[in-house]
């Protein structure tokens, strides 16, 4: 089946600084869909992705997906309080969506 | 855009008893459901997917005669969670696909289950 390892676990960064959160599949991906959550919320949908080399940006976040489509990133440009919360990467293998373990991002003001 | 609705946000029962969660696509068609779980500090697990007027298939460790899901129309997906445990306080989330590509996949705002 299909495993998605989420990178770091955890981030700390002081606001302003830029910051990269990494979702690697084993398999190729048909689509890499990126969530943000507060625990025990619901999911807020940040961005999709689907073609290889695809990039797509909103406000300070920009994502992308490799050539391969096997790895993806998440940049967030100048943190901000308001973008602390967990970050997912969920992979559509076209039957489900399976999410990696999240990464917890604290920006301190 | 495409709106699933889940209800109840927050549930709290005696354990011993079941308890139902609803997942209703508000403006689409769902052909297909899936119910996550998510414990403290972990990420969402998949339970099992609901294909419309079929059985649900679910994952591996998660037992269907514990956790019974319906899926009679296309607007409509139920969770039963049956002789609830406090192990199974967790929080459930629902999402749906539609039959059009563009749709995705739509996240219902989901469910905090406390057995005591």
């Known amino acids: 089946s299909q495993e998605l390892e989420q990178s770091p676990q955890s981030l700390i960064v002081q606001e302003g600084k830029n910051l990269t959160i990494n979702c690697t599949s084993s398999?190729?991906?048909?689509?890499l869909y990126w969530y943000k959550q507060k625990y025990g919320e619901g999911l807020i949908f940040l961005m999709m992705?689907?073609?290889?080399?695809e990039e797509k940006s909103h406000e300070k976040i920009t994502a992308k997906l490799d050539e391969k489509k096997q790895q993806s990133s998440l940049h967030i440009t100048a943190s901000q309080p308001s973008h602390a919360g967990i970050y997912l990467c969920?992979?559509?293998?076209?039957?489900?969506?399976?999410f990696g373990a999240g990464t917890r991002l604290t920006v301190k003001p | 855009g495409a709106v699933v609705s889940q209800h109840p946000s927050r549930v709290i029962c005696k354990s011993g008893t079941s308890v139902k969660i609803e997942c209703r696509s508000l403006?689409?068609?769902?052909?297909?459901m899936f119910w996550y779980r998510q414990f403290p500090k972990q990420s969402l697990m998949l339970m099992a997917t609901?294909?419309?007027?079929?059985?649900?298939?679910?994952e591996q460790g998660v037992e269907k005669d514990k956790f019974l899901i319906n899926h009679a129309s296309l607007t409509l997906s139920t969770l039963t969670v049956t002789s609830a445990h406090p192990e199974d306080s967790s929080f459930y989330i629902c999402?749906?696909?539609?039959?059009?590509?563009?749709?995705?996949?739509?996240f219902g705002s989901g469910t905090r289950l406390t057995v005591v």
């Open positions: 999402s749906a696909r539609g039959r059009a590509v563009n749709y995705g996949y739509t």
């Open positions: 398999k190729t991906l048909y689509g």
């Open positions: 992705l689907q073609k290889g080399g």
């Open positions: 969920g992979a559509d293998n076209n039957n489900d969506m399976r």
């Open positions: 403006d689409f068609q769902a052909t297909t």
């Open positions: 609901s294909n419309e007027g079929s059985k649900a298939t679910y």
